[in-house]
């Protein structure tokens, strides 16, 4: 955050005159940890009077501030806010801002007078951010994001070499009050300037919408020109334009950014830098490069904010946030019909997938179904396939423990070998910018914290000296072994398999938890666990027993994974979504079609980030695995579901020789 917002001590209070300081929660809370609290009465001379940018309202602050002799600080969103525009409706709409600029000194788009921007590109500490702007730029285009981001193409269907002319609202304050005129002359001028050309006018999100009508209208187009109101990302809008006109608006700065050299006719804050062709001139402004300017628009100007934690962050921490929020909402903002979900896992299937127009369920296949849960899935082929994730929870899904992670795959499931996974695709695909250390560091946090999937808490037993090697049991009937298992199909199978290659070594053998409570399939008859294994661990807790061994053989259980995050050797019987990668040991039927070769961070990256969701049940939004991640290793996060959900895993419990009951 910025050094100038820093609190210390009782929080100062900034005199409002516009209800929005108080109507909307997130904007006040942000505020309060920049150090203010929004109150109302009548400032003296050393007090600050808030206003919200140019809005309607903001004279009546002005005006209290001459009169008073008091200081304005002017509040405006930052350059990346939010999935939809304020004005939108519901609940996506109202969770508000990530960021908010305080400025003290004036207003980004007004050029009469400096603003923190302005004065910060030209300050030493932007030229210092140069390298982390051109990191946090590269990290913005690839995830395709910027102010608002309710779009769901990521390409656009525009002429390669076409001349791209930007609408904005009427009567956006940053236009100074430029009108229609002023945007038709605009237009003019590509047209003259681009002879022959195809024109690309792109409406404002706004307009597109209903909300805000534009500038431009169906009669002014002429022939090879057309209007482009698709929820197209603007990285895609930018990609093959070959020119941009632009009057104030935020994608004029975006095209600087992607490379560009827009035509402004207008007077934003990215004009007079030596970044584009400026109708105006901007006396007080002398050239810089693109990453200086960034440093001081995205990473020293705003206040940054984690809904998720509740406290300021860095532009990084508000960019994983919309990028995790964006992500849910591409794939639920119509809404789903849902299918094979059963009756306990409703709500939280709801309060995952509720990022648009809800969730209803259906006990009938059918065309419609968006959504099923992947066991279900056959019959429903257009359905994504729902499962958990990797970082699931404290405690068992055969538990009822509702889960923080959950795959949303559109091609197939991770645990099915026999077809392409979206899990297959993603290792195919290169690593976004940042993605390798993003990845290592957080494989790093997952091992300081002891997390695994389940996190179980149990006792390490004592573990003989020699070469120690993990078998950790499975579910038989589990899907990943019925369709991905080798010619080791069952707990004995493979522990006769480890024993007979590893005549010398330690075998410590983990039940599955499930097997252990009785509520699944997979017991090894005593006697044969007293000659095949030296030690069963049926209570341990995964991360402290694979801290005290040397290599892991398994058929396809989430284990090998926990196993490659902490530097162990794992060999594979069947064909685990991990395996055919160059990083295992692999003698089971892994698919041909796994080619490329990986290191361990495109794994955690592609497991861990890029492939499962995640839903923060304490703020109730999408979140980034970072959050996740925290919930999970705080044993007092309450993650054990409901009162009725705990008292039905008991019943459960008692009834574990009749799964068939719950498991239809």
């Keep these: 955050m910025p050094e100038t917002f820093k609190a210390a001590g009782d929080l100062r209070r900034l005199f409002v005159f516009n209800r929005g300081f108080f109507s909307s929660p997130r904007i006040n809370r942000i505020m309060q940890l920049a150090g203010w609290r929004p109150s109302v009465g009548l400032p003296n001379a050393a007090d600050m009077v808030g206003i919200w940018g140019a809005s309607p309202t903001a004279w009546r602050g002005e005006a209290v501030a001459r009169q008073r002799g008091a200081k304005l600080l002017r509040v405006e969103d930052a350059f990346l806010r939010s999935i939809l525009p304020g004005r939108a409706s519901g609940p996506v709409a109202r969770r508000g801002p990530v960021g908010l600029i305080l400025d003290p000194v004036g207003l980004h788009f007004r050029p009469d007078r400096p603003s923190l921007i302005e004065n910060l590109v030209q300050d030493p500490r932007a030229a210092a951010r140069v390298t982390d702007a051109s990191d946090a730029i590269a990290r913005l ?33 940053s236009l100074l009050g430029a009108g229609r005129a002023a945007f038709l002359a605009m237009l ?39 209007f482009c109101d698709a929820p197209v990302s603007p990285w895609a809008l930018l990609k093959d334009a070959a020119a941009v006109y632009v009057m ?8 600087i950014l992607a490379g560009l050299r827009p035509r402004v006719f207008g007077q934003p804050f990215y004009a007079g830098w030596g970044l ?5 001139a901007f006396p007080r402004r002398a050239p810089v490069s693109v990453e200086q300017l960034f440093a001081a628009s995205h990473l020293l100007a705003p ?84 499962e958990d994730g990797f970082l699931r929870s404290r405690g068992l899904g055969a538990a009822l423990v509702p889960p923080l992670s959950l795959i949303a795959d559109d091609l197939g499931i991770y645990y099915d070998p026999r077809r392409e996974s979206r899990f297959e695709r993603l290792m195919a695909t290169p690593l976004p910018p940042g993605g390798a250390t993003r990845a290592a560091a957080l494989g790093a946090a997952i091992v300081a914290a002891g997390v695994t999937k389940y996190n179980l808490a149990g006792r390490l037993p004592d573990l003989p000296a020699g070469h120690r090697i993990l078998v950790p049991g499975q579910v038989e009937d589990d899907a990943s072994i019925r369709f991905g298992a080798g010619s080791e199909r069952s707990n004995l199978a493979l522990l006769q398999r480890a024993r007979a290659e590893n005549p010398a070594a330690v075998l410590i053998y983990k039940p599955h938890p499930d097997v252990v409570a009785g509520l699944r399939p997979g017991v ?26 040397d290599e892991v053989w398994t058929i396809t259980s989430t284990i090998g994974l926990e196993a490659l995050l902490r530097g162990l050797n794992v060999t594979t019987l069947g064909a685990p979504f991990y395996a055919g990668w160059g990083l295992t040991r692999d003698l089971g039927p892994v698919p041909s079609r796994r080619k490329a070769r990986a290191d361990l961070p495109r794994l955690i990256h592609v497991a861990l980030i890029a492939y499962p969701r995640y ?40 009834l574990s020789g009749h799964s068939w009951i719950w498991r239809r």
């Excluded at 001349?163 to 304050?173: E, K, Y």
């Excluded at 019959?379 to 994504?384: D, E, N, S």
């Excluded at 044969?528 to 995964?542: Q, S």
């Design 141 to 173: 285009r690839a995830a395709g994001l910027s102010k608002y981001n309710a779009f769901t193409l990521d390409h656009a269907d525009l002429p390669k070499g076409h001349v791209l002319i930007i609408d904005q609202t009427r009567g956006d304050a």
């Design 248 to 255: 104030s608006s935020q994608l004029g700065y975006e095209a």
């Design 524 to 549: 090894v008859p005593q006697e044969d666990l007293d000659r095949l294994a030296d030690v069963v661990a049926a209570d341990a807790d995964a991360a402290a027993l694979l801290a005290q061994v």
């Design 188 to 226: 003019d001028a590509a047209r003259n300037e681009h002879p022959g050309a195809p024109l690309v006018i792109r409406s404002h999100p706004e307009t597109a919408s209903g909300l805000r009508p534009g500038h431009f209208e169906a009669r002014d187009l002429r022939a090879n020109e057309r």
């Design 303 to 386: 206040v940054w904010y984690d809904p998720c934690r509740d406290r300021l962050t860095d532009f990084e921490g508000a960019l994983r946030q919309i990028e995790a929020e964006a992500r849910a909402w591409r794939q639920d903002h119509a809404g789903h019909l849902a299918y094979g979900i059963r009756l306990w896992k409703r709500p939280f299937i709801t309060r995952s997938f509720g990022n648009g127009r809800g969730v209803r369920f259906t006990g009938k296949p059918g065309p419609r179904v968006t959504l099923a849960w992947a066991g279900k899935a056959d019959l429903v082929p257009q359905a994504l396939r729902v």
């Design 615 to 654: 839903h923060d049940p304490k703020s109730g939004l999408p979140c980034p695995p970072e959050v996740a991640l925290d919930r999970l290793a705080d044993p007092h996060s309450g993650l054990q579901g409901s009162p009725a959900l705990r008292m039905l895993a008991k019943a459960q419990g008692a």
């Design 276 to 280: 584009s062709r400026d109708e105006h």
